[in-house]
């Protein structure tokens, strides 16, 4: 088992990425810097010894950086069992919106309204169809969770989503299960979410004027 931590790779080759590619912004280097040095001497710590037989123990401190797994490791655990603790007694669907490579440089230099507008466009495409009356005819909940890159580290941002397979019949006042055994057809899911993002994107970009004068690949054929 792999014992590599993203600390290691940052100490191996952080400063010579930033040499190759450039200056990068403030909260990027405070961000790296301090997972590089999260539980090492650098941040100092506590020496605990054994009232019996005398050994001791050395714990650095913690960064406390929110980007850091390390720290995060005990909130992201917590976080979990919360949410186990609100899970219904019904099946549960995990469905995934992702965006063309083309986009990842506008929404890392906008990451606000960009992050926004994604999370928007999920909410509404999934409000609408479950209460379309031919799919679910219900309001459903659902839980989002954005990851901001990938499993080989490069940018690509994109929301999980964990839906349950059904919903609240507002006329009815009672739980409404999903009659398939996906909970939307996937073309129809696909289609609503990029027609929302694409024009809420344009929106932005006209209104925006720190993208006034860059080239977007709006009318793009590989999405």
């Known amino acids: 088992m792999s014992t590599l931590e ?18 990068l912004p403030m909260d990027h280097y405070k961000t790296a ?20 037989c005398g050994h001791e123990r050395t ?14 490791s005990l909130a992201r655990a917590q976080w979990v069992q919360a949410r186990i603790g609100e899970l219904l ?23 606000t309204a960009g992050y926004a507008l994604l999370f928007r466009c999920v909410r509404e495409t999934l409000s609408e169809l479950s209460a379309d009356t031919k799919l679910l005819g219900a309001r459903t909940g659902f839980i989002l969770v954005l990851h901001s890159w ?3 580290l490069m940018d690509h941002p994109h ?14 006042g009672v739980w409404k299960n999903s009659r398939n055994r996906f909970l939307f057809p996937v073309a129809v899911m696909s289609a609503l979410f990029k027609g929302k993002f694409m024009h809420g994107f344009r929106q932005a970009v006209r209104n925006m004027a ?8 709006v009318n793009s054929r590989n999405w």
């Open 33 to 52: 810097h301090a997972i590089m040095a999260c539980r090492t001497e650098e941040l100092g710590g506590h020496v605990y010894k054994c009232d019996r």
């Open 59 to 72: 714990l650095h401190n913690s960064c406390g950086n929110r980007h850091c797994p390390k720290c995060q």
């Open 6 to 23: 993203i600390a290691d790779i940052f100490r191996a080759g952080f400063e010579s990425y930033v040499q190759t590619m450039g200056a």
């Open 150 to 152: 990938g499993q080989n």
């Open 159 to 172: 929301i999980h989503c964990i839906i349950p397979g059904g919903g609240l019949d507002g006329q009815a």
């Open 89 to 111: 007694p019904v099946p549960y669907f995990h469905a995934v919106f992702t965006l063309p490579a083309e986009l990842n440089p506008f929404l890392l230099r906008n990451k």
């Open 210 to 217: 720190c993208w006034a004068n860059t080239r977007i690949p």
